[in-house]
C-alpha cells in the first residue's frame, strides 16, 4: 500500500505544471496522503516525497528510498570534486617557503636593471625639457588698462 502513495504521489507531482507551481502561493506547498503506516508528504514544489511517521507525538519525515540515494550520490560526487581540488591547490603551492626569497645576485640584476630603465626615462625627460627650453616663446599680449 505504501508503494501505491508513493507512485500515486509521483504521478500527481508529474501531472503539475511548473507554471502553476511558480504561482501557488507558499502556503500549499506541501500535501500529505494517510498510508496505512504513516503520511507520504509530497513538495509540490519541488516534486521531493517523504515518509512520515508519528513518534512521540510528533510528525517524522525522511526522504525517500530514490532521494536519499539521489542525495548520497550526489554528495559523494561533490566530496570527490572537493578532493580533487584540495589537491589541486596542494600541487600549486610551493614546497618551500624560504624557496621564494632571492638571492644576493639575483636582487643585484634586478636593481640594475630598475636603474638602467630609471636612467633610460629620467634622460628622455631631460632631452624633452631641452627641446622645450629651445622653442621660441611667444610674448605674452599686454593687460589692457581697465582706466
Do not use: H, W
Request: with cysteine.
Amino acid at each position: 500500500m505504501t508503494r501505491f502513495a508513493i507512485l500515486a504521489a509521483s504521478a500527481v507531482a508529474i501531472m503539475i505544471p511548473v507554471q502553476a507551481l511558480a504561482q501557488e502561493p507558499a502556503v500549499n506547498r506541501y500535501t500529505m496522503e494517510k498510508t496505512e503506516s504513516g503520511f507520504v508528504r509530497l513538495d509540490t514544489l519541488t516534486g521531493e516525497m517523504s515518509i512520515c511517521t508519528q513518534q512521540a507525538g510528533q510528525l517524522v519525515c525522511r526522504l525517500a528510498a530514490d532521494e536519499r540515494r539521489a542525495f548520497e550520490e550526489t554528495l559523494s560526487e561533490l566530496s570527490a570534486r572537493v578532493e580533487s581540488l584540495e589537491a589541486r591547490l596542494d600541487a600549486l603551492a610551493p614546497p618551500n617557503p624560504d624557496a621564494q626569497i632571492p638571492d644576493e645576485a639575483e636582487l643585484d640584476r634586478a636593481i640594475g636593471a630598475m636603474e638602467k630603465m630609471m636612467r633610460r626615462f629620467f634622460g628622455m625627460v631631460e632631452e624633452l625639457q631641452k627641446e622645450f627650453d629651445d622653442t621660441p616663446k611667444i610674448p605674452p599680449e599686454p593687460i589692457p588698462d581697465r582706466t
